[in-house]
């Protein structure tokens, strides 16, 4: 399928490859077109044809196509939206709506909810490889690899000697990086 599309620029051809069918039978275009009156017409199974639902103009040789005017306003995209929205929107559905004020409580905790202790770390996150020793014959600069529960997770070892240790690991494709910070205290 082929759409022509003349304007005052000329005219240009767009083709429509079989990838932007969204229905069965339903072609979508998105085109460019400066400020102006723009005439088209529609290519189909060889045959030049023009859309009889839409406006139409008669050329000075007397073929028949469609017309739009693209006018400075279309290019306001939330302004057009809203035009168009306006348009195609029917509010008679909308009046079954119950009468009344809506609103919605907040949520207000209760006096015992407020002390609670932090929930207990779950046991697959204390197995935080900065603390697991390597074997004799790996090479101590490279950890094990780790289990996917503790990617993009924070763990801050116990402050020894007046440092702080900070670790986090992350995944890329098959590699695996930990980051460690090292903060004097």
Not at 114 to 126: A, V
Request: hydrophobic residues 35%; contains cysteine; charged residues 20%.
């Amino acid at each position: 399928t082929r759409t022509k599309i003349k304007s005052t620029l000329g005219w240009g051809v767009i083709t429509l490859p079989c990838s932007v069918l969204v229905h069965q039978n339903t072609f979508v275009a998105i085109v460019d077109l400066p400020e102006g009156e723009h005439q088209y017409k529609f290519y189909v199974d060889g045959q030049w044809t023009h859309d009889p639902t839409e406006p139409v103009i008669t050329s000075q040789l007397g073929t028949v196509n469609n017309i739009i005017q693209v006018k400075k306003t279309d290019f306001e995209v939330f302004d057009a939206l809203m035009v168009d929205s306006q348009k195609s929107s029917d509010m008679s559905d909308l009046s079954s709506s119950p009468p009344g004020p809506y609103h919605q409580d907040p949520y207000v905790p209760k006096q015992e909810e407020k002390f609670k202790s932090p929930p207990i770390l779950p046991p697959h996150l204390l197995q935080v490889i900065l603390n697991k020793d390597t074997g004799i014959s790996c090479d101590p600069a490279l950890l094990p690899e780790p289990n996917h529960v503790m990617l993009n997770h924070l763990y801050a070892l116990s402050i020894k000697d007046g440092v702080m240790v900070l670790s986090a690991t992350h995944r890329y494709k098959k590699k695996y990086v930990t980051t460690l910070l090292y903060k004097p205290i």
